[in-house]
Structure formats: C-alpha cells, structure tokens
C-alpha cells in the first residue's frame, strides 16, 4: 500500500492557482486541493492523508474525511510537520510505503530518517496535471467510440435515439 501525506499549506504556497485562490479566500484554496487530492487518490488508488496547520489557531485538533480524503487540521501550537512525523511513524511499515508531499527542506530531512520518500510540491503537481491528461483522454476516446448496431442508421436518427436516452426529449 501508499501512502501520500500532503502538507497542505506548504502545498498551497507552491501550486500557482492555489497560491492565487489563496489571496482571495484560504478556505476555497484548501477545499480546492483537497478536491484534487481526491482525484488523485481515486485515480491512483494510494491513500491520501491531508494536513493542514493549526498553529495559529485555538482549539483541539480535527481530524475529518472530506471526498474519501483524510484530512488533519494540527491541535494548537501543533505544526504540521510535527503532526506529519508522527503520522509517518504510525502509518509506516513493512507492506506501506509513505511518501510527504511538502517543499520544505527540513522536513524532507527529517521524514527520510523515519524511512519515507518525500515528493516535492513540484512533483506532485507535475503527477496531477498528467492524471487529468490521461483522464481527458480517455474520456474523449469514450466520447469518439460509437456503439456498433446491427442496423445502419443515418446521424439524425443517431442523435435522436441518444436525446431520448438522455431523456432529452
């Protein structure tokens, strides 16, 4: 099994469009890469866990499932590197491998010495943006497939019988 553990803010601040996103609203920025983290992990299959900091923030930490995402907002006074350590240490073992999606050089020093693989924030966007090509793809390749009928009937009457079954008519 994979896991991916998302240091959620240090991921924002290196995505342009989150990064933009983020000077207008931070909410929208997170529920966006959260968003995406669900398309990669449906995609996937790897287990993805999100964690964003609540350092600054008072209150017990969270800990929510948002589109099959888990998602980690850190106790107070709690950073999300603190909170991602652990979490490596938890989550690794002989049958899971851990990588940390983060940016940060020091926390990519320190998760190497708890045995995971870092993905930098470049990585793991350079991964999205190919996912959403290969689904593009395949959906435009469904879209061009026609269904193969015994009877050959002219484009009109095609397109007529698939408003019908889309209830368009």
């Not at 964003?52 to 930490?61: L, R």
């Not at 050089?105 to 930098?120: D, N, P, V, Y």
């Not at 193969?148 to 095609?158: E, R, S, V």
Request: overall charge neutral; aromatic content about 10%; charged content about 30%.
């Amino acid at each position: 099994m994979i896991v991916v553990i998302v240091d959620g803010y240090n991921i924002i601040g290196a995505w342009e469009d989150l990064q933009r996103l983020k000077e207008k609203d931070i909410g929208q920025a997170r529920d966006r890469l959260i968003e995406w983290m669900a398309e990669y992990q449906a995609y996937s299959g790897h287990r993805v866990i999100v964690v964003f900091d609540a350092y600054y923030v008072h209150g017990v930490a969270t800990k929510t499932t948002a589109f099959n995402v888990e998602v980690i907002y850190t106790k107070e006074k709690e950073t999300a590197d603190e909170c991602i350590e652990k979490l490596v240490k938890e989550v690794k073992d002989i049958r899971t491998q851990v990588y940390v999606a983060t940016s940060d050089f020091a926390e990519q020093r320190t998760i190497f010495g708890s045995g995971a693989l870092r993905k930098s924030a470049r990585e793991l966007w350079i991964e999205t943006n190919n996912m959403q090509q290969d689904i593009e793809k395949t959906i435009e390749k469904h879209y061009k497939k026609q269904a193969n009928t015994k009877i050959t009937l002219d484009k009109k009457t095609l397109e007529t019988f698939e408003k019908w079954r889309r209830g368009q008519m």
